[in-house]
Nanobody, 119 residues
Framework: VQLQASGGGLVQPGGSLRLSCVASGNIFAINIMGWYRQTPGNERELVAK???????TYADSAKGRFTISRDNAKNTVDLQMNSLKPEDTAVYSC??????????????WGQGTLVTVSS
């Protein structure tokens, strides 16, 4: 299963960006989709995740500013980021956990997209 992320870029503080990620391959079902981020010298951290049923989990830093959504029919997950701060600067990666059509579990990562918040 492959994940392709898009939507990163440079934005001024207070601005908005929308990240998108699409999963492809022999997918039977995706249980959880999420977005993580990583800065140099730090471990990757959860930003937000969403279950197939729509239950969401956000990092404290993302609550009230970011919104995660998914389209189960299209195997996509989006992250709408508003009121961005310089400390949101990071490489954002999407993740998906589920099962393939061969009934094998998968846990796949996208390639990462850089978000830079700077004036």
């Amino acid at each position: 299963v492959q994940l392709q992320a898009s939507g990163g870029g440079l934005v001024q503080p207070g601005g908005s960006l929308r990240l998108s990620c699409v999963a492809s391959g022999n997918i039977f079902a995706i249980n959880i989709m999420g977005w993580y981020r990583q800065t140099p010298g730090n471990e990757r951290e959860l930003v937000a995740k969403i279950t197939r049923a729509g239950t969401t989990t956000y990092a404290d830093s993302a609550k009230g500013r970011f919104t995660i959504s998914r389209d189960n029919a299209k195997n996509t997950v989006d992250l709408q980021m508003n009121s961005l701060k310089p400390e949101d600067t990071a490489v954002y990666s999407c993740n998906a956990e589920g099962a393939t059509t061969s009934w094998r579990a998968f846990n796949s990562w996208g390639q990462g997209t850089l978000v830079t918040v700077s004036s």
